[in-house]
């Protein structure tokens, strides 16, 4: 009998956010605003927008479903929801050259969802993050939005911020192996990794390509095989090169008017941490702490992931890093003297 297949997996980036919580300039426990909102949202999803827990934001809705833990009152979990009612995608039939409107009624939307957990004792919220989802930095204002009738008397302010690694390009350029890098560069990028001694794809482009037009090159370092690294002659200062090519070019980016052609869209690398002795994935251009995950999706078909799978994978990575998460909030490295 044959096995059924394995369901698709996707990869998910998990996030570690600060958060505060005031009310007319006084601290506040928050747990006051999120009790007030459950009982406000009373678990049901129906008539939101008439209930005034559906509110728009630009061209979409947010909708917060939010929920206490069962026997931990300094747990919260919850999905913050961005839900578009216009510009449905049409389908495509590959056989036959069919395009098909979405069919969907006057309250149907597009669906994206952000799973998170909240830690009030800690201070810290763990979501995921998704690209075309709801922002969980987002997540604070929309909450004082939704308890001001409530409280009418008291102006409430929730402050949520990633927490941001201080030491995360000398963990860098600790590395002791490279098994990947990758760039998307654009042309200016091209001719800052020439410079800095990294790759010389500049030439080649600037003679193949039309360069009045703006474009991009995928550039991947590997050593080939799996499990097999990048061949440097001289690791620590090579990735120094790489990081100093990442900082050039935020700086560039800052002075440009354009902030939708960056001269790096994407700086990741795969380096093995001698401290943690296993290989890590790093965004060169993500300063943020972060744990990457892979989870399931619901189906083949549809891009949305197992619910319980990403909750539970929000709750590993606090286990895994919360020591970790303290200690920059509090402004330590996170090195052992």
Do not use: W
Not at 259 to 269: G, H, Q, T, V
Request: glycine share 6%.
């Amino acid at each position: 009998m044959a096995r059924p297949p394995k369901p698709q997996t996707v990869e998910r980036k998990i996030y570690f956010y600060k958060f505060t919580c005031s009310y007319n300039g006084k601290t506040a426990p928050i747990r006051e605003v999120f009790d007030a909102y459950i009982k406000k949202s009373n678990g049901d999803n129906s008539k939101l927008i008439e209930r005034g827990l559906a509110v728009e934001y630009f061209d979409k809705y947010h909708y917060l479903d939010l929920h206490s833990h069962k026997s931990d009152k300094n747990v919260y979990r919850g999905l913050f929801y961005s839900l578009r009612r216009t510009d449905f995608p049409y389908l495509f039939n590959v056989l036959d050259g069919r395009r098909q409107e979405i069919t969907a009624n006057a309250d149907d939307t597009l669906m994206e969802q952000t799973h998170f957990y909240c830690y009030i004792d800690q201070g810290l919220i763990v979501s995921e993050f998704n690209f075309h989802g709801a922002r969980i930095e987002q997540f604070g204002s929309h909450l004082c939005r939704m308890v001001q009738d409530i409280y009418p008397s008291r102006i409430y302010d929730i402050e949520v911020l990633p927490i941001i690694i201080p030491d995360y390009y000398k963990k860098i350029a600790n590395c002791k192996s490279i098994s990947k890098i990758q760039f998307k560069v654009a042309r200016p990028g091209l001719k800052l990794l020439k410079e800095e001694g990294i790759i010389n794809a500049y030439d080649i482009a600037s003679d193949n390509l039309d360069i009045s037009e703006p474009f991009y090159v995928d550039v991947e370092l590997s050593g080939g095989k799996r499990g097999k690294n990048l061949p440097v002659k001289n690791v620590g200062k090579f990735l120094n090169k790489v990081i100093s090519a990442v900082k050039k070019a935020a700086e560039e980016d800052e002075k440009t008017i354009n902030k939708d052609e960056p001269l790096l869209k994407k700086a990741k690398m795969r380096g093995y941490d001698a401290d943690e002795c296993k290989i890590i994935p790093y965004d060169l251009l993500d300063e943020k702490l972060l744990q990457v995950v892979r989870v399931e999706k619901i189906s083949a078909k549809t891009k949305y992931i197992n619910t319980q799978q990403m909750f539970l994978a929000i709750q590993d990575a606090f286990r895994e890093k919360q020591d970790l998460a303290k200690q920059y909030m509090r402004g330590g490295s996170g090195e052992s003297n």
